[in-house]
């Protein structure tokens, strides 16, 4: 059974960083390409950042560039999302996402999700 656990979420200043972790199992993380997605009240989910599983290639939304970092552990099975210079803009709840197999962050921006986490609050106050 396939389980993405985060954390690091939480209540913050504006101008304050967050770090939030995946771990990942029941799967071959090596093969997947990972992503952080986040979804505020009212509004859809969007992809924030991504990594692939072949050459660390990553992607970010305009609004996070400069400001959100994604990498990976793949020898402890984690995904990581660095996230500085928050503005109240990015409170959302933060979902971990597994694309399918073998496929790179291409198909997962367009949609391709095998495995989703529960997500993990973070509130960033102005």
């Known amino acids: 059974q396939v389980q993405l656990v985060e954390s690091g979420g939480g209540l913050v200043q504006a101008g304050g960083s967050l770090r939030l972790s995946c771990a990942a199992s029941g799967l071959t993380f090596n093969y997947y390409a990972m992503g952080w997605f986040r979804q505020a009240p009212g509004k859809e989910r969007e992809l924030v950042a991504a990594v692939g599983w072949v050459g660390g290639t990553t992607n970010y939304a305009d609004s996070v560039k400069g400001r959100f970092t994604i990498s990976r552990d793949n020898a402890k099975n984690t995904v990581y999302l660095q996230m500085n210079s928050l503005v109240p803009d990015d409170t959302a709840v933060y979902y971990c996402?597994?694309?399918?197999?073998?496929?790179?962050?291409?198909?997962?921006?367009?949609?391709?999700?095998?495995?989703w986490g529960q997500g993990t609050q973070v509130t960033i106050s102005s």
């Open positions: 996402a597994a694309g399918s197999r073998y496929s790179d962050i291409v198909a997962l921006r367009r949609g391709v999700i095998n495995h």
